[in-house]
């Protein structure tokens, strides 16, 4: 990758921590996410990191929640990269963790896949080596590649570990999370060793924690990778006067500093050839 190469973006529009109380524009239910992807899409991101939340807002990893949500995204930006999560952040059992990778009509072509465990600022996120590996092989089972969530260095290391054993197969695509208190931050040295450890034939992007948004997107820009924006991690536009954020204005604004770099946004068929997706029609989907 270089500089000036097409730039993906991936949306993370809801996440497992927002709610509309103090996020007002947060989307909870399968018409609200649509509708975000659809003008998220519009605006220039081709994939989605997608999260299901009860009618309570409280997550869920109940399949006909993400069924109804993979639907609803696929009427409204039916060219766009489905990923859903299997975020063991607040259940840590392999049946509800594997939930959203059994849905078809559509089907997800991604899913998160933690390869390490962690403390966020109040609690603890544990993936265990059979968790990996046993959501791994579901994923190879099922054709879904993973979107490979890495907080410290450390973790691409284990990574290399399951691609070198074959529990991971290709094609490679990490999201490096940095801003997160009590894993890396946001930092020069920490981008070098990430990209220095990351397999040559990866895909990867950076995604930042809250403030640290937009400071790891523009790195991850300036050093030809891609990134992760959205609600999901970051509630405000503007972290000196805490005004609210949206998806589309994420979106926007990752865009419009990308084309100054001389990047544009890919488009989702362009974001599925540098990754190494198969193609997908979905315009059948109703």
């Known amino acids: 990758m270089n500089a000036t190469d097409k730039l993906i973006v991936n949306l993370c529009p809801t996440g497992m921590i927002p709610r509309k109380a103090k996020v007002p524009h947060v989307p909870t239910t399968p018409e609200e996410i649509a509708a975000d992807v659809r003008r998220c899409r519009d605006a220039g ?17 109940r399949p006909e ?21 299997t975020s063991g952040r ?8 594997s939930a959203s990778l059994n849905i078809t009509e559509p089907s997800p072509e991604m899913a998160s896949l933690t390869v390490g465990s962690m403390n966020f600022p109040t609690s603890a996120s544990v993936n265990d080596p059979q968790m990996i590996e046993s959501l791994a092989t579901a994923m190879a089972d099922r054709g879904i590649v993973p979107e490979l969530e890495c907080f410290d260095v450390g973790m691409v290391n284990y990574a290399n570990y399951l691609i070198d054993k074959g529990i991971l197969r290709g094609p490679h695509y990490f999201n490096i999370l940095l801003g997160s ?3 890396a931050e946001v930092s020069a040295a920490n981008a070098a060793a990430f990209i220095t450890a990351l397999p040559k034939d990866a895909t990867w992007a950076f995604a930042g924690i809250g403030r640290y948004q937009l400071t790891a997107n523009t790195l991850a820009m300036s050093l030809g990778g891609h990134v992760r924006v959205g609600l999901e991690d970051n509630p405000y536009y ?26 544009e946004p890919a488009s989702p068929a362009e974001a599925r050839e540098i990754i190494g997706l198969k193609p997908v029609d979905r315009n059948g989907v109703r």
Do not use: C, Y
């Not at 609210?244 to 500093?257: M, S």
């Open 238 to 263: 503007d972290w000196s006067d805490r005004s609210p954020a949206t998806n589309p204005r994420l979106v926007e604004r990752v865009v419009r500093i990308a084309r100054e770099l001389g990047r």
């Open 90 to 97: 607040n259940w840590n059992d392999f049946e509800k963790r």
């Open 181 to 183: 208190r009590g894993t």
């Open 45 to 61: 991101a081709s994939m989605v990191h997608l999260h299901a939340r009860d009618s309570d807002e409280e997550p869920t990893w």
């Open 65 to 85: 929640m993400f069924s109804d949500i993979l639907q609803a995204v696929a009427v409204e930006a039916p060219d766009m990269v489905l990923v859903v999560t």
